[in-house]
Nanobody
Framework: QVHLVESGGGSVQAGGSLRLSCSAS????????MAWFRQPPGKEREGVAS????????YYTNSVKGRFTISHDNAENTVSLQMNSLKPEDTAMYYC??????????????????????WGQGTQVTVSS
């Protein structure tokens, strides 16, 4: 199993920035997809961004494209989500996820939560007007 731990959430004013980090342990494989999902209050979980570690291919959902950036640090074995120009509608619990089996398929949009077997505990992001 891949163990994931998120950090970096918090409260910020609209237009501000936050950087989320996800530390991974239990695997050194590059054939893995890592992704960020979020779940706003009262809504279903949605895929935000993904990165295929093998070649760095990334995907972003339309609502965050141009504002969020997903990246992977091989030395630290972490995946990050840089969030700029935050909006109140970005308020949600953010989860890091990883998938090793059929990783490329998991990274291919649309991002589906059931295609990911490994999940972090979540970190709260709150954006005020």
């Amino acid at each position: 199993q891949v163990h994931l731990v998120e950090s970096g959430g918090g409260s910020v004013q609209a237009g501000g920035s936050l950087r989320l980090s996800c530390s991974a342990s239990g695997t050194t494989s590059i054939d893995v997809c890592m992704a960020w999902f979020r779940q706003p209050p009262g809504k279903e979980r949605e895929g935000v961004a993904s990165i295929y570690i093998g070649d760095g291919t990334t995907y972003y959902t339309n609502s965050v494209k141009g504002r969020f950036t997903i990246s992977h640090d091989n030395a630290e074995n972490t995946v990050s989500l840089q969030m700029n120009s935050l909006k109140p509608e970005d308020t949600a619990m953010y989860y890091c996820a990883a998938q090793e089996n059929r990783a490329f398929n998991a990274c291919t949009p649309p991002l589906r939560d059931y295609e990911y077997k490994n999940w972090g505990q979540g970190t709260q992001v709150t954006v005020s007007s």
